[in-house]
């Protein structure tokens, strides 16, 4: 993948945050700066990455990555500070606050806010690469069309003219790409089936890559015909989700990367690690 | 009945396959029962008898004393509006781009309408047992402090936020240039947008009194509700799971009890491997003994810190889609006994 930006999503407990930090670590394995951005959910991304917590500012949490959380207040107060121009010192508190309220009821706005703390970062040149852990397929519709239904929205004004720039570099494919992350199973192929669809349908983005989570290798023998043994059961077991994988695998419109089931691995980490090994390979 | 099975854990660990075994097995000891769900697997829903999307209670065709209803959200709030506040705000309401972006980004919105229809369905007192296969929330026990949530949202803390005090009258809040706040957010979205929301805000606001009232009906169930948290053996939902446990005693009973699903035998930790097995069977029964060992420490872990009755569900290669498979899950754990009785 050779975007700046990549939008991790996927069902929700599919790996999303652990492919993440993988494909954060994997780059900087190959020299690149990058950030890793939790952008709703933050406690997964830290905890692959090895961190308490990912405060708002980016801070180093392992060679060559660095990472943020947004948080929604401060992300609205750079928002506004940039929308509005107002420098640094200046209060900002009340204006914050009903801007809040607004855009709590109006479609589009918090979205922009969160998508655009990730496309500012993109836009600084700072970094390499941008891996955002972006809400799950079904929250993410409306962080994608949120500049677009913004500028629907408001007909004039500053939060519009910001608009067009974040639809360019979210539209723009050499820049920016989806990562879509499933399983072979029916709820999440099914789900990335469909969001394959309207991403596609509605071109504001374009997708870097559907990476399917833990797939089994084949066997390699004939399931026994004694299953009552442990030797018996765990083919058959292995064997069984197997087939059911290879068939959901076949149903997705497209395929890329497959990493591997992860056997008694138990840290967060350790997996975040041995992912990043496998897309090293792929 | 008691009060309602409220079956919760985070997404993807099988709470719809959890939920739909626990009805089946209520509703062949006897019970009327009733699954409230919201986006079962294809292949889920035909076994529960939900061919098409039915939003309201269906018998099973087979298994008479078996009900389902699908929870559809937006439907939901049509209904909350139209329940709530007088006729002509309500229309308004219904037809409003603000109230539909509140309805559909709110975080507690999904919760708070599956709670509405889960008390709504308890009223008519129809059903002896009622299940509810929570919508996914965005952590934590979200369904259960959804009313109060919504109830503040709409009560006020919008306009509080929107100036800075007291609840204005309709005139004050449109007085824009007397606030410098709210000019400059004005100028900021430039248009007639602070003016729409104000007028949304206000027709928003007629409902407060009707969903205050229901909330404190939604809380009442809850307290006499049973939990159940499912996870699988994985880092996530068990953090997801050990949340219940530390959140739920502030509005409710703590969990009765935890469903592990994709439960590996223990058996396979320890077991022989005869002299005959070949290299690839040999090596596949290693890796699942350990994934096996793995699961079995996550458990005692969770068992040994939260003190909890853990029942485990076995890992099968499809998930069970006919009424037999979905009884025979829970059928020797006991789970239901528990609940029940």
Same mark, same amino acid.
Do not use: C
């Given at each position: 993948?050779?975007?700046?930006?990549?939008?991790?999503?996927?069902?929700?407990?599919?790996?999303?945050? $652990?492919?993440?930090?993988?494909?954060?670590?994997?780059?900087?394995?190959?020299?690149?700066?990058?950030?890793?951005?939790?952008?709703?959910?933050?406690?997964?991304?830290?905890?692959?990455?090895?961190?308490?917590?990912?405060?708002?500012?980016?801070?180093?949490?392992?060679?060559?990555?660095?990472?943020?959380?947004?948080?929604?207040?401060?992300?609205?107060?750079?928002?506004?500070?940039?929308?509005?121009?107002?420098?640094?010192?200046?209060?900002?508190?009340?204006?914050?606050?009903?801007?809040?309220?607004?855009?709590?009821?109006?479609?589009?706005?918090?979205?922009?806010?969160?998508?655009?703390?990730?496309?500012?970062?993109?836009?600084?040149?700072?970094?390499?690469?941008?891996?955002?852990?972006?809400?799950?397929?079904?929250?993410? %519709?409306?962080?994608?069309?949120?500049?677009?239904?913004?500028?629907?929205?408001?007909?004039? %004004?500053?939060?519009?003219?910001?608009?067009?720039?974040?639809?360019?570099?979210?539209?723009?494919?050499?820049?920016?790409?989806?990562?879509?992350?499933?399983? $072979?199973?029916?709820?999440?192929?099914?789900?990335?089936?469909?969001?394959?669809?309207?991403?596609?349908?509605?071109?504001?983005?374009?997708?870097?890559?559907?990476?399917?989570?833990?797939?089994?290798?084949?066997?390699?023998?004939?399931?026994?015909?004694?299953?009552?043994?442990?030797? %018996?059961?765990?083919?058959?077991?292995?064997?069984?989700?197997?087939?059911?994988?290879?068939?959901?695998?076949?149903?997705?419109?497209?395929?890329?990367?497959?990493?591997?089931?992860?056997?008694?691995?138990?840290?967060?980490?350790?997996?975040?690690?041995?992912?990043?090994?496998?897309?090293?390979?792929? | 009945?008691?009060?309602?099975? @409220?079956?919760?854990?985070?997404?993807?660990?099988?709470?719809? !396959?959890?939920?739909?075994?626990?009805?089946?097995?209520?509703?062949?000891? %006897?019970?009327?029962?009733?699954?409230?769900?919201?986006?079962? $697997?294809?292949?889920?829903?035909?076994?529960?008898?939900?061919?098409?999307?039915?939003?309201?209670?269906?018998?099973?065709?087979?298994?008479?004393?078996?009900?389902?209803?699908?929870?559809?959200?937006?439907?939901?709030?049509?209904? +909350?509006?139209?329940?709530?506040?007088?006729?002509?705000?309500?229309?308004?309401?219904?037809?409003?781009?603000?109230?539909?972006?509140?309805?559909?980004?709110?975080?507690?919105?999904?919760?708070?309408?599956?709670?509405?229809?889960?008390?709504?369905?308890?009223?008519?007192?129809?059903?002896?047992?009622? +299940?509810?296969?929570?919508?996914?929330?965005?952590?934590?026990?979200?369904?259960? =402090?959804?009313?109060?949530?919504?109830?503040?949202?709409?009560?006020?803390?919008?306009?509080?936020?929107?100036?800075?005090?007291?609840?204005?009258?309709?005139?004050?809040?449109?007085?824009?240039?007397?606030?410098?706040?709210?000019?400059?957010?004005?100028?900021?979205?430039?248009?007639?947008?602070?003016?729409?929301?104000?007028?949304?805000?206000?027709?928003?606001?007629?409902?407060?009194?009707? #969903?205050?009232?229901?909330?404190?009906?939604?809380?009442?169930?809850?307290?006499?509700?049973?939990?159940?948290?499912?996870? !699988?053996?994985?880092?996530?939902?068990?953090?997801?799971?050990?949340?219940?446990?530390?959140? @739920?005693?502030?509005?409710?009973?703590?969990?009765?009890?935890?469903?592990?699903?994709? =439960? @590996?035998?223990?058996?396979?930790?320890?077991?022989?491997?005869?002299?005959?097995?070949?290299?690839?069977?040999?090596?596949?029964?290693?890796?699942?003994?350990?994934?096996?060992?793995?699961?079995?420490?996550?458990?005692?872990?969770?068992?040994?810190?939260?003190?909890?009755?853990?029942?485990?569900?076995?890992?099968?290669? =499809?998930?069970?889609?006919?009424?037999?498979?979905?009884?025979?899950?829970?059928?020797? !754990?006991?789970? #239901?006994?528990?609940?029940?009785?």
């Amino acid at each position: 993948m050779h975007q700046q930006l990549l939008l991790v999503t996927g069902k929700g407990g599919v790996g999303k945050s $652990a492919v993440s930090a993988a494909l954060a670590i994997e780059a900087a394995r190959r020299g690149q700066k990058v950030l890793a951005i939790g952008m709703v959910e933050k406690r997964g991304l830290a905890a692959h990455l090895g961190v308490e917590s990912l405060s708002y500012d980016a801070t180093e949490v392992r060679p060559g990555v660095f990472a943020l959380g947004i948080e929604r207040p401060a992300a609205l107060d750079e928002y506004l500070r940039i929308v509005l121009r107002v420098p640094k010192l200046s209060r900002i508190g009340p204006v914050a606050r009903a801007f809040d309220a607004l855009a709590s009821a109006a479609p589009g706005i918090r979205e922009t806010v969160t998508m655009g703390k990730v496309l500012f970062e993109t836009r600084t040149n700072n970094w390499d690469l941008v891996v955002a852990d972006a809400p799950p397929s079904g929250a993410i %519709g409306s962080h994608i069309r949120a500049p677009k239904t913004v500028a629907e929205l408001v007909g004039a %004004g500053k939060v519009r003219e910001q608009t067009r720039w974040m639809e360019d570099l979210m539209g723009d494919r050499a820049r920016t790409g989806l990562v879509m992350v499933t399983l $072979a199973e029916e709820l999440p192929t099914v789900e990335t089936a469909e969001t394959l669809k309207w991403i596609s349908e509605e071109g504001l983005i374009g997708v870097a890559e559907v990476i399917t989570n833990r797939i089994l290798e084949p066997l390699g023998a004939r399931i026994p015909t004694d299953l009552s043994t442990p030797i %018996g059961a765990a083919a058959a077991l292995h064997g069984g989700i197997f087939q059911e994988q290879q068939r959901w695998l076949a149903e997705l419109p497209d395929r890329g990367r497959e990493l591997p089931y992860l056997f008694g691995v138990t840290g967060p980490v350790e997996v975040a690690e041995r992912i990043a090994d496998e897309l090293e390979q792929r | 009945m008691t009060g309602p099975i @409220l079956v919760t854990g985070a997404g993807g660990v099988g709470k719809t !396959t959890v939920s739909a075994a626990l009805g089946v097995a209520a509703a062949q000891a %006897g019970y009327q029962t009733l699954v409230l769900t919201v986006d079962p $697997a294809k292949r889920l829903a035909t076994a529960l008898g939900l061919d098409e999307l039915h939003n309201t209670p269906t018998a099973n065709k087979t298994l008479p004393t078996l009900w389902a209803a699908m929870l559809d959200s937006e439907a939901s709030w049509d209904q +909350i509006a139209r329940s709530h506040a007088p006729p002509d705000a309500a229309d308004r309401l219904v037809n409003s781009e603000f109230f539909h972006a509140i309805t559909r980004h709110f975080p507690a919105s999904q919760s708070y309408a599956a709670a509405e229809a889960m008390a709504q369905y308890l009223d008519e007192r129809r059903w002896d047992v009622i +299940i509810v296969d929570t919508p996914p929330a965005s952590g934590g026990i979200e369904f259960f =402090t959804a009313p109060t949530e919504l109830t503040n949202l709409v009560g006020g803390r919008l306009f509080r936020w929107l100036t800075g005090g007291a609840i204005p009258g309709r005139r004050e809040l449109f007085n824009v240039a007397a606030r410098p706040a709210l000019r400059i957010v004005d100028i900021a979205l430039g248009s007639d947008l602070l003016e729409r929301v104000g007028a949304f805000l206000f027709d928003l606001r007629t409902t407060y009194d009707g #969903l205050r009232t229901r909330s404190q009906e939604i809380e009442k169930y809850f307290r006499k509700s049973t939990t159940i948290v499912v996870t !699988t053996s994985d880092p996530a939902p068990v953090t997801e799971a050990a949340r219940f446990f530390k959140e @739920l005693p502030q509005v409710a009973r703590p969990p009765a009890a935890v469903v592990f699903n994709r =439960t @590996l035998p223990t058996a396979w930790e320890k077991a022989e491997i005869p002299a005959n097995t070949t290299r690839p069977l040999a090596r596949n029964l290693a890796l699942w003994a350990r994934e096996a060992r793995r699961q079995e420490t996550v458990r005692d872990e969770f068992a040994a810190r939260y003190r909890t009755k853990i029942v485990s569900i076995g890992w099968q290669p =499809t998930a069970p889609t006919d009424l037999e498979s979905l009884a025979a899950l829970i059928d020797e !754990t006991g789970l #239901l006994t528990d609940l029940i009785d």
